[in-house]
């Protein structure tokens, strides 16, 4: 019986997300939020557009962490600083409590980044939809 009940106990602390940030380290807490990441922008296709203009943010609130994934023809114009410029604004919210207001200020900074650097054309369609996914764990 109390085997059953260690195993027991042992069971239901193992599925409490809370108690992960206490037994994993950063550095793969980090590392595996940059690999779901990554992921997800192939799964989801943000690198397929014409010019490779795609961005992803991307927040996991389990590990506490933001990432954005800019794909090669945006992120070659414009500096790894102002990306993380745009994460820091993210974290700021979230820390501040007024997470969609300074997520809908970082989204509307990508769009002008976008259209200062890739003006909209005649023949431009919006490729990817401009929608918010809720993943599981």
């Known amino acids: 019986l109390s085997t059953f009940l260690v ?26 939020v940059h690999e779901r990441t990554l992921r997800y922008f192939v799964e ?9 203009t795609g961005i992803l943010i991307f927040i996991s609130f389990l590990e506490r962490r933001v990432e954005l994934l ?5 992120s070659a114009k414009i500096p790894q600083e102002k990306w993380n410029s745009l994460v820091n604004h993210i974290i ?11 997520l ?6 990508c769009g002008k980044l976008l259209a200062e650097h890739f003006p909209i054309q005649p023949d431009d369609v919006n490729e990817l939809k401009d929608d918010m996914k809720i993943l599981d764990k």
């Open 70 to 74: 800019a794909d090669t023809g945006i």
């Open 104 to 109: 809908v200020e970082a989204i509307d900074e």
């Open 7 to 32: 195993i027991t106990i042992c069971y239901f602390l193992a599925n409490i997300p809370f108690l992960d940030r206490f037994i994993v380290s950063q550095k793969a807490m980090r590392q595996k």
């Open 44 to 52: 989801s296709g943000v690198y397929n557009t014409k010019e490779r």
């Open 92 to 102: 700021e919210g979230i820390k501040k409590g007024n997470l969609v207001q300074h």
